[in-house]
């Protein structure tokens, strides 16, 4: 389990259910798994407006998966760290490589990387959402 690697450079997308907050979209999302390739690409309306909530959407439209494994226990009381988001499109996660979130705001030309659960963050009208794998020893 990527866990593990605690220390690395390699970051990890936690996450939970939607806990609403963020704006409903749309919001164009963006999967790309190893190697850059393209896994899917739309735009998704999601309640509880968060990275999650849109990517779990994005998931029903087009019939794809997102694993998550909850690891509370571990995290206590803060469920924002205790889901994890392990697989999408049933791309699952390695010793090496695993999904990451990033947004890009409106009138921001650059996605930046969120280094908070993907349910915790609430997404602004005219945000982008990036999901990308990312390989620890890239």
């Not at 990451?100 to 602004?124: E, M």
Request: hydrophobic letters at 40%; aromatic letters at 10%.
């Amino acid at each position: 389990m990527l866990l593990a690697a605690a220390g690395s450079v390699f970051a990890y997308a936690w996450a939970q259910q939607p806990d609403g907050g963020g704006s409903e979209g749309p919001h164009p999302l963006r999967i790309e798994g190893p190697g850059g390739g393209p896994v899917w690409e739309g735009e998704a309306r999601a309640p509880g407006g968060t990275a999650l909530a849109h990517l779990q959407e994005a998931a029903r439209l087009a019939g794809f998966t997102v694993e998550v494994e909850d690891m509370g226990a571990a995290f206590g009381p803060d469920r924002c760290a205790g889901l994890y988001v392990r697989a999408i499109a049933g791309i699952e996660e390695t010793r090496h490589g695993g999904w990451n979130y990033y947004v890009q705001r409106k009138g921001s030309p650059h996605y930046a990387w969120i280094p908070h659960a993907a349910a915790c963050h609430p997404l602004q009208g005219g945000d982008r959402v990036l999901w990308r794998w990312v390989d620890a020893g890239a």
